[in-house]
């Protein structure tokens, strides 16, 4: 089964982070994919305290290794996330800068939402996670309030909801592709 790992990106109580992230792993195909959320807001990763470089990949803290071994051990990664002030919150900035290895190549979907759909986290997201060599299959806006509501409730129906059905297939077909690559000799 194909690891999913959902990440969310916002922290601070009362966030709607943790139900729309709910509802985005109830569109993944339980024959596809095996789910896990990473709540920001729980793993509470302090700011980037590694002395070395991420690129050299000598973790030293407990919680990198953890980190780390999460994302490493994720065949796809969903990142959640609303926007703040044109961007998206520190947090997953955060995240991505702990670690470099494990994100090279790996399928990345993004789901952003907000009053514009989280159109400039969404853009600033992607630019960061190509930055790091990710491959980013894609992303989706959930709009303020028509698809999404302020309290977090994601409308089925909406043309969003069905983009996203799509990119998790199309996340899948790229986890399959990965698959297929044959071992070098
Ligand atoms: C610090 C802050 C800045 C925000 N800036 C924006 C913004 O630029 N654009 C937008 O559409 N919504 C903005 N919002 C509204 C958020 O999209 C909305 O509160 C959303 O629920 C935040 O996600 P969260 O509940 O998971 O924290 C902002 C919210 C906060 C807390």
Same mark, same amino acid.
């Given at each position: 089964?194909?690891?999913?790992?959902?990440?969310? !990106?916002?922290?601070?109580? =009362?966030?709607?982070?943790? *139900?729309? *992230? $709910?509802?985005?792993?109830?569109?993944?195909?339980?024959?596809?994919?095996?789910?896990?959320?990473? #709540?920001?807001g729980?793993?509470? %990763?302090? &700011?980037?305290?590694?002395?070395?470089?991420?690129?050299?990949?000598?973790?030293?803290?407990? $919680?990198?290794? @953890?980190?780390?071994?999460? +994302?490493?051990?994720?065949d796809?990664?969903v990142?959640? *996330?609303?926007?703040? =002030?044109?961007? &998206?919150p520190?947090?997953?900035? =955060?995240?991505?800068?702990?670690?470099?290895?494990?994100?090279?190549d790996?399928?990345? @979907?993004? /789901?952003?939402?907000?009053?514009?759909?989280?159109? #400039?986290a969404?853009?600033?997201l992607?630019? +960061? &996670?190509? $930055?790091?060599s @990710? #491959?980013?299959?894609? #992303?989706?806006? %959930?709009?303020?309030?028509?698809?999404? *509501?302020?309290?977090?409730?994601?409308?089925?129906?909406?043309?969003?909801?069905?983009? %996203?059905?799509?990119l998790?297939?199309?996340? $899948?077909?790229? /986890?399959?592709? %990965?698959?297929?690559?044959? @071992?070098? !000799?």
């Open positions: 089964m194909n690891q999913l790992r959902i990440i969310v !990106s916002s922290t601070r109580p =009362n966030r709607i982070g943790p *139900t729309v *992230t $709910h509802w985005v792993g109830a569109q993944a195909d339980p024959s596809q994919w095996e789910v896990k959320v990473l #709540d920001l729980v793993i509470d %990763l302090p &700011f980037m305290d590694e002395e070395d470089m991420p690129r050299n990949g000598n973790y030293a803290k407990p $919680h990198t290794q @953890a980190w780390a071994s999460e +994302i490493f051990e994720s796809a990664i990142v959640v *996330t609303p926007q703040y =002030n044109r961007s &998206f520190a947090p997953i900035k =955060n995240a991505i800068d702990y670690l470099y290895a494990e994100w090279q790996k399928p990345v @979907a993004i /789901v952003g939402y907000g009053w514009s759909g989280g159109v #400039d969404r853009a600033d992607s630019k +960061i &996670f190509t $930055h790091v @990710a #491959d980013v299959v894609g #992303d989706v806006g %959930l709009t303020f309030p028509e698809q999404v *509501t302020p309290e977090g409730a994601v409308d089925d129906d909406s043309a969003a909801a069905g983009e %996203l059905r799509t998790l297939d199309a996340l $899948h077909a790229k /986890v399959l592709d %990965l698959d297929e690559v044959p @071992a070098q !000799s």
